[in-house]
């Protein structure tokens, strides 16, 4: 079975700094993929960030971006220019390729981000 | 618009009392799931379908039952609800299970067992 350990529960960030999240996982296989979803109050999961375990490079998307380090087993979320919409609870999460079983998405525990103004 | 649809939003009900959530995906995809949220536990996986008449156990099944008798329909049924089934619950579909195919969430049912 595959684990996902969020060690930080909450963290704090002044408007416009730069935050990272910490991510580490556990699985014995070699395909998969991770993610970061954010919820804001709203409850709604927003998938925030996606990267496929055989891809080298650490995905991007706008401010937010990951230090993927595979051989580690850490996935960690930078958000760049912390904005006040930032303020929520991310989650990693991470699903085997093969798919099967009960192979859904497993996910950390949760960090709730604080964004100061 | 693609969406899965929980309903209700918010349920408060007493211990034993039947109760149904309903979940509805307009993608047609063949992958569905529920995941209960709690603090400090984040989501935990109760039941999945990967088609029609084909459910399995999650990680946490006790308590609760499901049915897939249409692609599109996900129902998560409580027989007895008990006080410690109060949390948040989230319906997700996905295209397959394999590979990579993003997870659509519903936006959530608040359920409260008194």
């Known amino acids: 079975a595959q684990t996902v350990t969020q060690s930080q529960p909450e963290m704090s960030v002044q408007e416009a700094e730069t935050v990272t999240l910490s991510c580490t996982y556990d699985t014995s296989e070699s395909d998969y993929y991770l993610f970061w979803y954010k919820q804001p109050p709203s409850r709604q999961m927003i998938l925030v960030i996606r990267?496929?375990?055989?891809?080298?490079q650490n995905a991007t998307e706008n401010r937010f971006s990951v230090n993927f380090q595979k051989a580690a087993k850490s996935f960690s979320l930078k958000i760049s220019d912390s904005q006040l919409g930032d303020a929520a609870m991310y989650f990693c999460a991470l699903k085997m390729y093969s798919g099967g079983g009960a192979d859904g998405l497993t996910f950390g525990k949760g960090t709730h981000l604080i964004i100061q103004p | 618009e693609a969406q899965v649809t929980q309903n209700p939003r918010y349920l408060i009900t007493v211990t034993g009392k039947k109760l149904t959530v309903t979940c509805s995906q307009n993608m047609n995809h063949e992958y569905m799931s529920w995941y209960r949220q709690d603090p400090g536990l984040g989501l935990r996986q109760i039941y999945y379908s990967m088609n029609v008449e084909v459910t399995d156990k999650g990680d946490v099944p006790e308590g609760y039952k499901v049915s897939r008798k249409e692609k599109r329909n996900f129902p998560l049924i409580l027989e007895s609800p008990s006080p410690n089934q109060t949390s948040l619950y989230f319906c997700a579909s996905s295209l397959s299970v394999g590979g990579y195919t993003e997870a659509f969430f519903g936006q959530g049912t608040r359920l409260t067992v008194v």
């Open positions: 990267q496929e375990a055989y891809k080298q």
